[in-house]
């Protein structure tokens, strides 16, 4: 099955829902990835005001609720603009920094990618996965008058419509006569190697159609455009099969049987189905296939699933951790990390800010601690 992916070349995009307009900053992620993200950030402006709310530089004012409010302005602003939003003054506040700063990096270079990934295939995902799911909506289905009758046994509630052959598929969905078309699967890759585009361009030129009739679609140079239809992609799986055979006489069969028989073991379909393949014109849909096989996929399969971010999260948190206990250690010593391992410098601008005595330590501490 083949279903249209919209927009088609050429042809004015179709009205969104404002709820899909609103939802395309976020497509990127999951829904669990989303909240996983909004935590983590809520997690880092806790470990911020532990680590560095005694910085006056980034807290001017000292009170708890202001702290905590400008810490979740800090983690937020810094995840939005890509790097920290605060300049932090001490060890534990530092480290706190590197932990979200893996984060940020590592779920926004995600992020970028995924997104690049998702406009290409935007105009083509329908959500559609298989013919069921194009019969349950009611998209109108064109197909080959030859199959008509079996594929009513299969969907006897579809909406089809006859065409007179397979080649005729693509051009009513081009049109928009129809939604979606069933096709063969050496249709579909003829499809996509530009031959219906250009045989229904030449229908035109022999002016046996219109162009709006032929969904005729042209280059620059007057050409027709091979990746016409590469808007069309296949969706789910084989529908049915159509068996092929002729009748021959009972004492004929295994005669026959085992001339087929050795015929394979010969390799001679092998050689033949070579010989077939070269003569294939290469897919104007991209040579690597990315294009045709980007259209299959519908968008949420696109969406970075919150596993994908476990490692990031789980290394950064451990960072995060290591600055809870170097902050714990300074204010269960008093000191700050660089007095600890004794390599403070009074002169540092990190222990004495402006209007401060030299000396005084920037570090979180117990009331009574504070020394000059």
Request: net charge negative; hydrophobic share 40%; aromatic share 6%.
């Amino acid at each position: 099955m083949c279903l249209a992916m919209h927009p088609p070349p050429g042809r004015a995009s179709t009205e969104e829902p404002l709820f899909d307009i609103l939802q395309k900053p976020f497509l990127p992620f999951s829904n669990s990835l989303w909240v996983i993200t909004f935590f983590f950030l809520v997690f880092s402006a806790i470990v911020m005001m532990i680590t560095d709310g005694h910085n006056i530089d980034d807290y001017n004012n000292q009170g708890k609720v202001p702290i905590l409010f400008k810490s979740l302005y800090f983690a937020f602003a810094g995840y939005v603009q890509g790097g920290s939003a605060n300049l932090p003054a001490s060890v534990p506040g530092r480290t706190a920094t590197l932990g979200f700063g893996f984060f940020v990096l590592i779920t926004l270079a995600s992020y970028t990618a995924n997104l690049a990934t998702i406009l290409v295939t935007r105009g083509s995902a329908t959500g559609i996965t298989n013919a069921q799911d194009a019969v349950d909506k009611g998209i109108e289905i064109c197909i080959a008058m030859v199959v008509e009758e079996q594929l009513r046994k299969i969907f006897p509630t579809a909406k089809f419509k006859p065409m007179v052959g397979t080649s005729d598929i693509p051009k009513a969905i081009g049109r928009g006569d129809c939604g979606a078309g069933i096709l063969q699967e050496t249709a579909i890759e003829g499809m996509h190697a530009g031959r219906f585009s250009v045989g229904d361009c030449k229908l035109v030129d022999d002016g046996k159609l219109t162009e709006e009739e032929a969904y005729c679609v042209r280059d620059e140079n007057g050409d027709a455009r091979t990746d016409r239809d590469c808007y069309l992609a296949r969706a789910g799986d084989l529908i049915m099969s159509v068996p092929l055979s002729v009748p021959i006489r009972t004492d004929l069969v295994q005669s026959l049987g085992w001339a087929i028989r050795k015929t394979l073991q010969e390799g001679v379909v092998d050689e033949g189905k070579a010989t077939f393949s070269q003569t294939l014109p290469p897919p104007a849909c991209g040579e690597d296939g990315s294009l045709e096989e980007a259209a299959k996929n519908p968008l949420e399969s696109l969406r970075l699933p919150a596993n994908s971010m476990l490692g990031t999260t789980i290394i950064s948190i451990f960072v995060m951790v290591l600055a809870l206990l170097l902050s714990a250690l300074e204010i269960h010593t008093g000191k700050t990390i660089q007095e600890i391992l004794g390599c403070a410098n009074l002169r540092d601008p990190d222990m004495a800010g402006e209007e401060r005595k030299k000396g005084q330590r920037r570090a979180l501490a117990p009331s009574g601690s504070m020394r000059n």
